[in-house]
């Protein structure tokens, strides 16, 4: 079955960086895009960035853009988040989610996540 593992989260000081991995299984890893999504407590789920199955082509929310970096190893079936310049807003679980089609049936998947915290 699909099978999505994060790991990578910390406890790190403001300005600080750290490196997420979403380790996947059950599916053709290199034929979807994969996203990192996260959830602070009280807020809703946001969506911090996305990749291609190829990896050509990336987004990113706003609130990251230029501190974030998202990319993936199809030859590992691994996605990563580069975070760097963390801040006191990016605390959060961290989790990773694809979605596939079956039958015309959409299905997500999501990692249990891996906890961000930024504090001095």
């Known amino acids: 079955q699909v099978q999505l593992e994060e790991s990578g989260g910390g406890l790190v000081q403001p300005g600080g960086s750290l490196r997420l991995s979403c380790a996947a299984s059950?599916?053709?890893?290199?034929?979807?895009?994969m996203e990192w999504y996260r959830q602070a407590p009280g807020k809703e789920r946001e969506l911090v960035a996305a990749i291609s199955s190829a990896g050509g082509t990336t987004n990113y929310a706003d609130s990251v853009k230029g501190r974030f970096t998202i990319s993936r190893d199809n030859a590992k079936n691994t996605v990563y988040l580069e975070m760097n310049n963390l801040t006191p807003q990016d605390p959060a679980l961290y989790l990773c989610?694809?979605?596939?089609?079956?039958?015309?049936?959409?299905?997500?998947?999501w990692g249990q996540g891996t906890q961000v915290t930024v504090s001095s």
């Open positions: 059950g599916f053709t890893f290199s034929s979807y895009t």
């Open positions: 989610h694809t979605v596939r089609y079956s039958l015309g049936r959409r299905i997500d998947y």
